[in-house]
């Protein structure tokens, strides 16, 4: 999965600023949905993909701060393949909780190397998450995790028979911003006329789309590895290889002249290529033009690979399985509707229409672009979409309150609990150091009324060791700071320097809007000290100030030491 990849990010839907020939391999060897679509923004589609579900449904109502997560509740397809036999692996991003039973380890992955944010400071020599310890990663991100998801596969398929089934995620953080790539590939745009341009015009920022560019040829080159690895171990006829995007793009470039882009239900924002290739399995060079969503593919899956799919009665699956479409057998295949929501917008897609968020209705057969509404030449179909809209939002349980749920502190299988500054609050003068929750930390802490929160809930109590990720500076030491949590308090004075300059944005091909640049924080034991079971807020506050500031704060970790 791609992350911030465009329709017409691909050679092969006609993109001649860009060379792509792995990723496209995988259509042209296989199948290509040509009308496959996805959620605007990333973790209600990966939400969408894991469950078969529409998101609304799993909990996911946010992109950060807890309204990012699954309910526990439901069945990953992680958890379908590994209680199949699989073993189960993702690699990259996965967006939809940092702290376990919401880890990635808690929801069917046996096997995890990546981070768990939205998005992430930076891509060279990142922080990783490694099966729930933190470490630094090797190299350019997309590379890295690569690295590690064919490591994964060799070792666990093998060649010939003898080897384990496995479910592999490799969920890109490209090219999703920041726009950081190796000079290999940015040299190869760095110079170079951009021919085709996006809706903007002149506006486009040409850098950006530079730097999207080269990251979408650094993918195709990762894509091509785990390709020639599964080619080398003789496994391309027992391996179905799925390729797709999690939105459209972020920024304005060429993306196949479609309206909308990340963010919106239009059709830029979330029509995605979908490749699907098993060799002498699934017919080359097949296409298919019914519509199909980023719910249809745990069904899919499950049925092409003959696991046996149980579905829980309470919790019916809204994706359909496209194998008889994939076997080219479209006679019994249902008219149906999409519907796509984010925020405050509600789309629908059916095979010839699309009603837009704003009551537009338009012939996406005769009007692709989706520039002429014909919503008052057809009344009556009006009426139908906002009567069945209306009913969907009763099925899925919108509209969706903010999430209250708390974060999970010391589940008994998890030996520490990270707790970033994304899922806290800050509250008098402190700030986050950028506008996106999403990587940042906590900044401009002046005074002793400041305060930083977490709502926590501790599964199960016992000591802990408590650590705070921060960094400070020499004309500020002297700071005491109060942790509390349920009875549990402790106290500590910063009498070490922890300064450390930002780092990131030597890196950037483009100046960065929504992350944050980090800095090396380190980890500060504040004691230990015993916490009982049950929901509570976890806050750190200033006891003195003694300098101009206190520190800046990324995360607190709390360690389990016994029960």
């Known amino acids: 999965m791609a992350d911030d990849m465009g329709f017409g990010d691909l050679s092969l839907h006609g993109n001649t600023n860009v060379k792509t020939p792995r990723i496209d391999s995988i259509g042209t060897d296989g199948a290509r949905f040509e009308r496959f679509f996805v959620c605007p ?34 069945k990953t397809m992680a958890d379908h393949f590994r209680q199949a036999g699989y073993k189960t692996g993702l690699f990259g991003k996965w967006h939809h909780g940092t702290q376990y039973p919401y880890h990635p380890l808690g929801r069917g992955f046996e096997q995890f190397y990546g981070f768990t944010e939205g998005h992430w400071p930076t891509y060279f020599d990142a922080p990783m998450d490694d099966n729930g310890q933190l470490v630094k990663g090797k190299g350019y991100l997309p590379d890295d995790i690569t690295d590690r998801a064919i490591d994964y596969f060799a070792n666990e398929v093998g060649k010939g028979d003898a080897g384990s089934p496995v479910f592999l995620f490799l969920s890109f953080n490209t090219p999703h911003t920041p726009m950081q790539v190796p000079d290999a590939y940015w040299n190869r745009f760095a110079n170079n006329p951009i021919a085709l341009r996006g809706p903007q015009g002149k506006l486009e920022k040409i850098e950006s789309t530079r730097a999207a560019l080269a990251m979408m ?6 894509v091509g590895r785990v390709l020639d690895k599964i080619e080398e171990l003789g496994q391309a006829k027992n391996t179905i290889v799925v390729f797709l995007s999690d939105n459209g793009p972020a920024i304005s470039r060429y993306n196949a002249e479609m309206k909308g882009r990340k963010g919106s239900v239009d059709e830029g924002g979330i029509r ?30 499950a049925e092409l690979a003959a696991t046996g799919l149980k579905i829980d009665e309470k919790k019916p699956l809204d994706g359909l399985s496209l194998k ?20 405050a917008e509600i789309g629908i897609r059916s ?8 009551g537009g209705l338009f ?26 809209i209306g009913e969907w939002k009763k099925s899925v349980g919108l509209p969706q309150t903010k999430d209250l749920r708390p974060f999970p502190v010391g589940h008994e299988a998890a030996k520490i609990t990270y707790l970033p500054a994304r899922d806290g609050s800050p509250l008098g003068g402190i700030r986050r150091s950028s506008p996106a929750a999403n990587s940042s930390y906590f900044e401009n802490w002046k005074r002793t009324s400041d305060r930083i929160s ?15 990720y921060l960094a400070n500076k020499k004309a500020d030491l002297g700071a005491k700071i109060e942790f509390k949590l349920r009875e549990g308090r402790l106290e500590k004075v910063l009498d070490t320097v922890y300064d450390a300059p930002v780092l990131g944005a030597d890196k950037d091909r483009v100046p960065r809007v929504e992350e944050s640049y980090s800095k090396d924080f380190r980890p500060v034991s504040f004691g230990k000290v015993r916490i009982s079971a049950g929901k509570g807020t976890l806050s750190l506050q200033a ?19 016994e029960p």
């Not at 040829?217 to 990762?222: A, G, L, R, S, V």
């Not at 057998?329 to 929501?341: G, I, Q, S, V």
């Open 351 to 358: 095979r010839k229409y699309r009603m837009d968020a704003r």
């Open 363 to 388: 012939d996406m057969e005769a009007d692709p672009n989706q520039k002429t509404d014909i919503s008052g030449k057809n009344p009556e179909l009006i009426e139908n979409y906002r009567g069945q």
């Open 543 to 561: 006891v003195t100030v003694k300098g101009k500031a206190v520190a800046d704060v990324q995360m607190i970790a709390l360690k389990r030491l």
């Open 272 to 301: 995605s290529p979908l490749f699907l290739r098993q060799k002498e399995k699934i017919k080359a060079g097949t296409k298919i033009q019914t519509i199909t969503g980023a719910i249809d593919l745990l069904p899919t899956l």
């Open 324 to 343: 008889p479409l994939l076997d080219g057998d479209n006679k019994n295949w249902p008219e149906r509707l999409l519907f796509t929501h984010w925020g």
């Open 217 to 222: 040829e650094n993918m195709d080159f990762n």
């Open 41 to 74: 923004v990333c973790s209600p589609t990966r939400a969408e993909l894991l469950t078969g579900r529409y998101h609304p449904r799993c909990g996911v109502r946010d992109v950060s701060r807890g309204g990012e997560r699954i309910n526990l509740d439901e």
């Open 454 to 468: 977490w709502d926590v809930e501790v599964l199960a109590g016992g000591e802990f060791e408590v650590l705070v």
